[in-house]
């Protein structure tokens, strides 16, 4: 007989897990343009951060949590009741509110890390569902490391968490160690030792490349929650990836037997505005979301396909929104016709000033035939605030070229206190570039350490757009924090990226001390 469908709670944690990414740290503004896509595609529970980390965070999880229409918006708390007040007073204007609270179970967390026995585990976890189901109805408690539990001390804390008041138990494989065929067991263990109203959760990570492969079989052995991020960014490996995970769920329907609510076809815009505004870009094999996963390159897969698509496809390019765009957009579109594209790519068009976005269009468009998606879309953070204005590049000017000493000019706009001052300053380098950045470190009076610099071109021809990503650090200890900038001409997108990385590595800043 087949099992009942039921469907299963995708909850994204892009903005909390995801965004632990060595580099990948998001300002408020970009967490929320992410949050709303997610909201729009039907994820069920939008994990927004970890409100106590910092003020900046707090304020990101509140206004995610203010802003949500169809998401669950949730905050991770350790259990201590002063981390889980914070985070109830961050989620507490959701819709639909949830606290994440999370106690370390295995040996080597209780002994190393939190030095408390088992009995002491017990305790705190109880301690911490009760305080928290005081405050919100919907509690999750994470088990941390539970694969690397004593299986019955497992089922002990989770079987306690869930009658202190936790409505859903969440499994993580924090340091991605377990195999399928062992977490198949342990998560039916789990299933069986808790109350039937209970969702069990599971939560990978992916050190050893198991993630989906572990969550998936989670699913049937009974779990109904996953928890996963967007093209699978986090903590060192990343965690499970939201694509492969609803997309198996989605094509092998036949084994799975479950529903997902979200709408695949906007997997594809939530990969790509999550790669632009975290910094870290897809791999281009990567499952689902890479740019080759639908191209078929050997002669004889190409001629498979001309006669019949499913020779070698599993899923469409449509299904996940990665659609060839019939419409080329350029200096003769009009505004209906940029508002069609921007809504086809996962962006919320009531949230943008399109006066301002058509001008700069326009501007682009007198530059270059052919607009791209992602060029539009670059367009587009900008008036969504994805990109902060402290410093502009009002003008720039560089020589470079055989037996020449780069050098280059730089004229800043620089925004403070709502005062618009304008400093130019010119340096040599050891190329245009590097002169250019000089410059821009004179007029902002600090270098920072380029720690990564990469080009690539966003559209096709000559006329291409370069967009140019760079990661900076104000030392060698300090985080990495990366900005973005494309433009026609290369030198152009390497200042503005440069730009942008200084201006987001100040609001984080700003955001951090106010903590
Ligand atoms: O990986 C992990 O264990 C976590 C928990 C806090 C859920 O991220
Ligand atoms: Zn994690």
């Given at each position: 007989m087949k099992s009942q469908m039921k469907n299963i709670v995708i909850f994204d944690t892009t903005l909390r897990d995801g965004e632990q990414s060595p580099g990948a740290s998001m300002n408020i503004a970009e967490k929320l343009q992410i949050a709303r896509h997610l909201d729009r595609m039907k994820v069920d529970v939008i994990e927004a951060g970890f409100p106590i980390a910092s003020q900046g965070d707090f304020e990101a999880v509140r206004a995610v949590a203010a802003g949500m229409e169809y998401s669950a918006v949730c905050g991770l708390a350790r259990a201590r009741k002063k981390d889980i007040q914070r985070c109830w007073d961050a989620v507490k204007d959701a819709k639909k509110p949830r606290i994440h609270?999370?106690?370390?179970?295995?040996?080597?967390?209780?002994?190393?890390?939190?030095?408390?026995?088992?009995?002491?585990?017990?305790?705190?976890?109880?301690?911490?569902?009760e305080f928290a189901s005081s405050l919100c109805n919907d509690v999750e408690f994470s088990a941390e490391d539970a694969t690397r539990t004593e299986i019955d001390f497992l089922k002990e804390v989770v079987s306690a968490a869930?009658?202190?008041?936790?409505?859903?138990?969440?499994?993580?494989?924090?340091?991605?160690y377990t195999m399928p065929s062992e977490f198949k067991n342990i998560i039916r263990e789990v299933v069986d030792v808790l109350p039937g109203g209970i969702t069990v959760s599971i939560h990978c990570h992916n050190d050893l490349g198991m993630a989906s492969a572990n969550s998936l079989v989670a699913v049937q052995s009974g779990a109904t929650q996953v928890e996963c991020t967007v093209n699978g960014i986090g903590e060192r490996a990343g965690n499970a990836s939201m694509e492969e995970i609803v997309m198996s769920l989605v094509t092998r329907k036949d084994i799975f037997n479950k529903t997902v609510s979200i709408n695949t076809t906007q997997i594809y815009p939530a990969s790509s505005l999550v790669s632009r505004l975290s910094g870290l870009s897809i791999q281009k094999n990567k499952a689902i979301v890479g740019e080759n996963a639908f191209r078929h390159e050997a002669g004889i897969h190409q001629h498979g396909v001309l006669q019949d698509k499913l020779t070698y496809e599993i899923m469409t390019p449509e299904s996940i929104g990665k659609k060839e765009e019939a419409l080329v957009l350029g200096k003769h579109s009009g505004k209906h016709a940029i508002i069609e594209r921007l809504k086809g790519l996962g962006i919320d068009t009531k949230k943008i000033n399109m006066e301002e976005l058509f001008v700069s269009f326009k501007e682009l468009a007198d530059k270059k035939k052919e607009i791209y998606d992602d060029e539009l879309l670059t367009l587009a953070d900008e008036q969504l605030g994805a990109v902060n204005k402290i410093y502009e590049i009002d003008y720039i000017h560089t020589v470079s070229g055989t037996n020449t000493v780069p050098s280059a000019t730089v004229r800043l706009k620089i925004n403070k206190n709502d005062k618009v001052e304008i400093k130019e300053e010119a340096a040599i380098g050891d190329g245009p570039v590097d002169a250019c950045y000089r410059a821009i470190g004179k007029l902002i009076g600090r270098n920072f350490i380029l720690a990564d610099y990469r080009i690539k071109a966003i559209s096709k021809g000559g006329d291409s757009m370069g967009e140019v990503t760079v990661r900076l650090k104000e030392d060698d200890a300090s985080e990495e924090i990366h900005g973005r900038g494309a433009s026609t001409d290369i030198i152009e997108a390497s200042a503005l990226a440069y730009v942008a990385a200084v201006n987001r590595l100040m609001i984080l800043k700003k955001q951090r001390e106010q903590a």
């Open positions: 609270t999370f106690l370390a179970t295995s040996p080597i967390h209780r002994k190393a890390k939190l030095k408390m026995s088992k009995a002491e585990v017990l305790k705190e976890t109880v301690k911490a569902v869930a009658e202190a008041g936790a409505k859903t138990i969440n499994i993580p494989d924090t340091v991605g």
